[in-house]
């Protein structure tokens, strides 16, 4: 099965005593909507600073 990729705007920034942020994006996804076997990927990108980071992590249904 082929998952579309999610784009969220739902997300919480928050700026910390140090002066560097937290931020927080949550996006569920339904067991059946996923093949047995799932790659999960996260990008978070700031452009004006130039910074982008990656995340995965491989999920089992069930």
């Known amino acids: 099965r082929n ?3 999610r784009k ?3 997300s919480t920034i928050k700026l910390r005593d140090d002066g560097l942020y ?3 994006l949550r996006v569920a996804l ?3 909507d996923l093949p ?3 790659i999960v ?3 978070l ?3 004006k600073a130039l ?3 990656s995340r995965k992590t491989v999920y089992y249904a069930g």
């Open 3 to 5: 998952i579309p990729e």
């Open 8 to 10: 969220n705007d739902n």
């Open 22 to 24: 937290n931020i927080l």
């Open 30 to 32: 339904l067991d059946e």
């Open 36 to 38: 047995e076997t799932t």
């Open 41 to 43: 990927k996260c990008l």
């Open 45 to 47: 990108s700031i452009s």
């Open 51 to 53: 910074y982008n980071v």
